[in-house]
């Protein structure tokens, strides 16, 4: 019988956690749920822990932490309850915790996403900002500490799954010579460019063929989230941001694909829900049980593929000139984009917007080489010191 996983889920009150515990709650002998980490959602994470029993239960926001340990106490529950960055530190470096899903929303995922990488813990990495922010930092840390990062973002996962046996995290794969990231489109692939501009956040956030969080709802929509994701794809599978190719495929089925030298093209499929990857990488190199319906390939009856419409939407070309230009480019857009998206979802940025913002924080602030944290971290503050300004000063202008 294979030993008890113990895992720690960060982000366990958003769309990946949930998810996550959904396989989780599958297979209890083989997955205990040792720590749930969220920011402020305390009904939604008291209920969670006492489904799911954890030892410690962790809030960053210290008001809804006192709310939970009350709750949780008035419940009759052991679980401990905590606040605070060092807290989140020590549950993914605990000694019974070796999984470690990492499904923070945004740059907030970074330092416990990088905690769980030294604590040579295995990472199942949802925070693709953490990777575009830090990219070469992350991946270095990798090895040295005995950990293992797994992609939960069905595109990089499928591409995983289409890698040969021998591929390294951040390490070009012998024989692969491309890899072929799908986008669903969002919801605007087909909406008059001349209505973008009044789309409401409901709007945006009704992907058709995928449920998430409203930030990388909003991603879908612009297709940032496909730019975030070519440059997770670089760090990922050690290529150059030429050697990633996008494909818009509308039906979502195809989660993408491996090109190899011999002409051969290697594709994952399944229906869209995020609990395949989630089992895929909670398991490998063994498969479990996800509670996802079999794709019924005569129903799905057709497979299309376009080519990414740049001119609909200018963020992909702005994420792949922050890739070619390396250094503090990537988190300079990251930053900016999540000022934006955040505007955009508190009425204060129209749509279009988004991407202007991103377009003139880039512009201005110039790219500096990562050589430590700081460096990230110093870069990240900046760019969204700027984004903020920029949205002020258009205001009206761009609402
Ligand atoms: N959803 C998907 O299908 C999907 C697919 C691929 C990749 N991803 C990636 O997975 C990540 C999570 O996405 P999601 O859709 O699950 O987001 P979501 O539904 O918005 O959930 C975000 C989670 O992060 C927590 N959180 C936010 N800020 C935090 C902070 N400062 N400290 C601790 N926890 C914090 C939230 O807690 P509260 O509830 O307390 O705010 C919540 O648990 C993102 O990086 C996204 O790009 C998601």
Same mark, same amino acid.
């Given at each position: 019988?294979?030993?008890?996983?113990?895992?720690?889920? &960060?982000?366990?009150?958003?769309?990946?956690?949930?998810?996550?515990?959904?396989?989780?709650?599958?297979?209890?002998?083989?997955?205990?749920?040792?720590?749930?980490?969220?920011?402020?959602? $305390?009904?939604?994470? @008291?209920?969670? /822990?006492?489904?799911?029993? *954890?030892?410690? !239960?962790?809030?960053?926001? *210290?008001?809804?932490?006192?709310?939970?340990?009350?709750?949780?106490?008035?419940?009759?529950?052991?679980?401990?309850?905590?606040?605070?960055?060092?807290?989140?530190?020590?549950? #993914?470096?605990?000694?019974?915790?070796?999984?470690?899903?990492?499904?923070?929303?945004?740059?907030?995922?970074?330092?416990?996403?990088? +905690?769980? #990488?030294?604590?040579?813990?295995?990472?199942?990495?949802?925070?693709?900002?953490?990777? #575009?922010?830090?990219?070469?930092?992350?991946?270095?840390?990798?090895?040295? /500490?005995? +950990?293992?990062?797994?992609?939960?973002?069905?595109?990089?996962?499928?591409?995983?799954?289409?890698?040969?046996?021998?591929?390294?995290?951040?390490?070009?794969?012998?024989?692969?010579?491309?890899?072929? &990231?799908?986008?669903? =489109? =969002?919801?605007?692939?087909?909406?008059?460019?001349?209505?973008?501009?009044?789309?409401? *956040?409901?709007?945006?956030?009704?992907?058709?063929? $995928?449920?998430?969080?409203?930030?990388?709802?909003?991603?879908?929509?612009?297709?940032?989230?496909?730019?975030?994701?070519?440059?997770?794809?670089? $760090?990922?599978?050690?290529?150059?941001?030429?050697?990633?190719?996008?494909? @818009?495929?509308?039906?979502?089925?195809?989660?993408?694909?491996?090109?190899? !030298?011999? =002409?051969?093209? &290697?594709?994952?499929?399944?229906?869209?829900?995020?609990?395949? *990857?989630?089992?895929?990488?909670?398991? $490998?190199?063994?498969?479990?049980?996800?509670?996802? /319906?079999?794709?019924?390939?005569?129903?799905?009856?057709?497979?299309?593929?376009?080519?990414?419409?740049? +001119?609909?939407?200018?963020?992909?070309?702005?994420?792949?000139?922050?890739?070619?230009?390396?250094?503090?480019?990537? +988190?300079?857009?990251?930053?900016?984009?999540?000022?934006?998206?955040?505007?955009?979802?508190?009425?204060?940025?129209?749509?279009?917007?988004?991407?202007? !913002?991103?377009?003139?924080?880039?512009?201005?602030?110039?790219?500096?080489?990562?050589?430590?944290?700081?460096?990230?971290?110093?870069?990240?503050?900046?760019?969204?010191? &700027?984004?903020?300004?920029?949205?002020?000063?258009?205001?009206?202008?761009?609402?």
């Amino acid at each position: 019988m294979s030993p008890v996983h113990g895992v720690a889920i &960060l982000g366990s009150t958003g769309s990946i956690g949930l998810s996550t515990l959904d396989v989780i709650a599958r297979h209890p002998d083989r997955y205990r749920v040792r720590a749930l980490v969220a920011r402020a959602s $305390w009904r939604k994470i @008291v209920e969670q /822990a006492l489904a799911c029993r *954890p030892d410690v !239960v962790i809030l960053t926001e *210290p008001v809804a932490a006192a709310h939970a340990r009350e709750a949780l106490r008035a419940a009759g529950s052991p679980a401990r309850v905590e606040s605070g960055a060092e807290a989140v530190a020590a549950a #993914v470096a605990a000694a019974d915790v070796d999984t470690v899903m990492a499904a923070i929303v945004g740059a907030a995922g970074l330092m416990p996403t990088l +905690a769980a #990488v030294r604590a040579g813990k295995r990472v199942l990495l949802a925070n693709k900002e953490a990777l #575009v922010m830090a990219g070469r930092l992350l991946i270095d840390e990798v090895r040295p /500490a005995g +950990a293992a990062l797994i992609p939960i973002d069905s595109e990089h996962n499928a591409i995983f799954q289409c890698m040969p046996a021998r591929y390294l995290p951040g390490e070009p794969a012998p024989g692969v010579t491309h890899v072929i &990231l799908t986008a669903s =489109g =969002g919801p605007f692939r087909t909406t008059d460019p001349a209505r973008l501009s009044r789309v409401t *956040p409901d709007e945006a956030c009704a992907h058709p063929k $995928w449920k998430m969080g409203r930030k990388i709802s909003v991603d879908s929509a612009t297709l940032m989230n496909k730019g975030l994701e070519v440059i997770e794809a670089t $760090w990922l599978f050690g290529l150059p941001e030429a050697e990633v190719e996008v494909v @818009v495929h509308p039906q979502s089925v195809v989660h993408s694909l491996v090109r190899y !030298v011999d =002409g051969s093209v &290697l594709a994952q499929l399944g229906a869209p829900d995020m609990r395949t *990857p989630i089992a895929q990488a909670l398991a $490998w190199p063994e498969r479990i049980e996800s509670g996802v /319906a079999a794709l019924d390939l005569a129903a799905v009856a057709r497979l299309d593929f376009e080519a990414p419409d740049h +001119a609909r939407f200018p963020s992909l070309g702005l994420a792949r000139a922050a890739a070619r230009a390396g250094g503090t480019a990537p +988190a300079v857009l990251n930053a900016a984009n999540e000022v934006a998206v955040q505007a955009f979802l508190d009425g204060g940025l129209n749509f279009t917007a988004i991407t202007t !913002v991103i377009d003139e924080v880039l512009q201005r602030l110039e790219s500096r080489a990562v050589r430590t944290l700081d460096d990230v971290l110093d870069a990240d503050a900046a760019a969204r010191r &700027l984004a903020a300004a920029t949205i002020e000063t258009a205001r009206g202008a761009l609402v």
